[in-house]
């Protein structure tokens, strides 16, 4: 995306028509617009996201300029407006927004109607071609998404509130923003529109609704089931999810910041570093017991219908072992072992000569009424040891033993370690020196909402496994309906090749969102160290929060409270990296990361810095972001301008003429 043209009507202090046209020049990247407060930065930066999506942050929603207000007679329209023209993949738009105002008999300016929003572009041919209305939205967000514009259009306060964000976790639009910006949200709305967690409308879940019940109660019955314990797990799931990337988090947050400030008392630190040992004790303990619960389920899913049949099994065998059948059998005789000793051989086993008429003959024939086929006692007695054989289950009930076991003496190391943290939390509240017994009752009040946070999320895992157990039944009592007839055999075969590509998919997104992780850490660290030379590095979590660390002080390695330097900082690398990756990407050809680079536009991001690093970021930004627009104050403007000389290639200057009147003027 390339900004060309930006042009101002009447906007706010901005009086009649003004523009300022970006340096389009890759090498000559930079456009420095320079004021002092007050003269309209603020303003300026804020017309690019009316423009673009109607909204502004400014608490006077009336946006016609005051000077012009003053000029116009009751009754008369004015029309405040701004016209952005950009390039988006190789493609010219011209977006424009405009207001009518008017006054009012009584001298007052109100706005009249509602916002008129037009997006044009120019056709192949080189004429311009309007965006239906209906489509103009989701046109804008596909060039650049609302929520991701803050990330390109940003103020120095604004950066200031990401990095707080970031630290307590709490910022869900920055993992937006990386993987959106860096192609991976076409990954996620393949798998989410192929079997997402939470989109009923999901090619597997159609599928698995499609399948043709008519005359069938009970495949439409099993079907019904499947669909209900389908969304009870998919609320679980989502129910863990919240937990983990908002309620843990915060209070998790609020535990770190208490226990920093715990820390600042040399009497209460010894007990605090205790304590932290215990929670992580506790932590590994409760994983082991989750582990060992889903082990106990697996385990009991696969072997209990032993169990179950244990009881039939020995009521049988006692049955038949009471009951009076006269068995002469020979053990493990048959019929065909006397036909052939007769017949074939001729000679008894014992050696004796087998003769037709004669004693050993008859003695045989007479021993066929006993022996199988013919002898039921035979049988019995077969059917009594082969059941007394399996009805020997100590395999499984020793499994279900250990595992009871394993857990219960989870249960007993968690009420231990509890037990510990509690006597700690006690000793620390009775301490009351320059306010920490208010610190430790904050902290017990976060320590009990992360307990039963984890509690919950445990039994919504407990839930997902006995759920998945009874989905997984009924889909195989349903699969024997679902063969039948032509339509649902290729419904079968259609969900066997949508679940096949989910997971393949699947695999190769876990495996391209590792790579990019890894890759904005690098990218991160690299442009931290050169915004900020400092001994600190970044260290990115699976849900792209930052944590500050020293790494270079006596092999000290954890997270640290962050200067107003450090945070901005923070917050230019991690956004150059984005726009760096995505201008990478852009051109390596990896067509499954698409991908296009953006433009950095900066209202005072400097004023927070030495002129050290002034210096430092005015020799990094250029080199990074396809083009740079900044807004800058007279003093800071000085340093930036000697800095980036080589890389202006577009200089203006705001005039205050008033209060309520600022005019640009290109240098």
């Not at 499947?226 to 863990?240: G, M, N, V």
């Not at 619960?293 to 385990?299: E, M, N, Q």
Request: proline letters at 2%; charged letters at 30%.
């Amino acid at each position: 995306m390339l900004l060309k043209k930006l042009t101002l009507k009447d906007f706010r202090q901005f009086k009649g028509t003004q523009e300022i046209i970006f340096s389009p020049d890759r090498e000559q990247n930079v456009t420095i617009i320079v004021g002092e407060n007050g003269t309209g930065k603020t303003t300026f930066e804020q017309a690019f996201t009316w423009c673009l999506y109607g909204e502004t942050s400014f608490s006077d929603k009336n946006l016609l300029c005051k000077s012009t207000a003053q000029e116009i007679n009751p009754g008369e329209e004015k029309i405040v407006s701004v016209i952005l023209e950009f390039v988006h993949n190789n493609t010219e738009y011209t977006c424009k927004t405009e207001q009518i105002y008017y006054k009012d008999s009584y001298g007052a300016i109100k706005s009249k109607s509602n916002l008129t929003r037009v997006l044009e572009y120019k056709g192949k041919d080189g004429q311009q071609e309007n965006i239906s209305p209906t489509q103009l939205e989701g046109k804008i967000n596909e060039i650049l998404p609302k929520e991701l514009s803050s990330y390109f259009f940003f103020d120095g306060e604004r950066i200031g509130n990401m990095s707080k964000e970031i630290a307590k976790g709490k910022s869900k639009e920055f993992p937006a923003a990386v993987k959106s910006l860096l192609g991976l949200s076409a990954f996620e709305s393949a798998l989410n529109h192929l079997n997402g967690v939470h989109n009923q409308n999901s090619v597997v879940k159609s599928y698995k609704r499609s399948f043709n019940a008519t005359g069938n109660n009970e495949l439409k019955k099993l079907i019904d089931e499947i669909d209900s314990l389908e969304k009870e797990r998919d609320d679980k799931e989502e129910r863990i999810t919240e937990i983990n990337d908002k309620d843990l988090p915060t209070v998790q947050y609020e535990k770190e910041r208490i226990e920093k400030e715990q820390k600042k008392f040399s009497n209460v630190e010894s007990l605090v570093n205790e304590r932290k040992i215990h929670e992580d004790n506790l932590k590994k303990e409760e994983n082991l017991r989750q582990t060992n619960v889903g082990d106990f389920f697996k385990s009991f899913s696969k072997d209990s219908y032993q169990f179950f049949a244990l009881k039939m099994i020995n009521d049988a065998v006692k049955a038949l072992s009471e009951a009076e059948i006269k068995d002469n059998g020979i053990p493990d005789i048959h019929a065909r072992t006397i036909d052939y000793l007769i017949n074939t051989r001729k000679t008894c086993l014992c050696g004796a000569p087998i003769i037709e008429g004669k004693e050993v003959h008859q003695h045989l024939i007479d021993l066929l009424q006993y022996i199988p086929p013919q002898s039921l006692g035979t049988s019995i007695r077969q059917f009594v040891n082969l059941a007394n054989e399996k009805s020997k289950i100590g395999d499984f009930t020793e499994s279900m033993v250990d595992f009871y076991g394993r857990i219960r003496q989870s249960d007993e190391e968690i009420k231990k370690q509890n037990n510990e943290i509690e006597r700690i939390n006690k000793e620390l509240t009775g301490i009351d020196e320059n306010g920490i017994s208010k610190l430790q009752k904050d902290l017990d009040h976060y320590s009990q909402k992360e307990l039963e946070y984890v509690d919950e999320r445990g039994k919504c895992r407990e839930a997902i496994s006995r759920l998945t157990d009874a989905i997984n039944g009924k889909e195989q009592a349903k699969s024997k309906f679902t063969n039948i007839g032509e339509t649902n055999r290729k419904i079968s075969a259609y969900l066997a090749y949508a679940n096949y590509i989910f997971e393949e998919m699947q695999k190769q997104y876990s495996e391209e969102e590792t790579k990019v992780r890894t890759q904005f850490e690098e990218t991160i660290n690299k442009i931290f160290k050169e915004i900020y030379n400092g001994g600190l590095s970044l260290k990115i979590d699976e849900k792209y929060n930052i944590k500050i660390l020293v790494n270079d002080f006596n092999g000290y390695n954890e997270d640290v409270e962050t200067s107003t330097a450090q945070s901005l900082s923070v917050i230019l690398a991690f956004i150059s990296a984005v726009i760096k990756m995505a201008r990478e990407n852009e051109n390596s050809g990896n067509k499954l990361l698409v991908t296009e680079a953006y433009p950095l536009v900066m209202d005072a991001p400097l004023s927070a810095f030495d002129k050290t690093r002034i210096q430092t970021i005015c020799e990094v930004l250029p080199n990074i972001a396809e083009q740079v627009i900044i807004f800058i104050n007279d003093k800071d403007g000085e340093v930036a301008e000697v800095n980036m000389r080589e890389k202006i290639g577009k200089k203006y200057s705001f005039r205050k003429e008033n209060e309520f009147e600022t005019y640009m003027e290109e240098k």
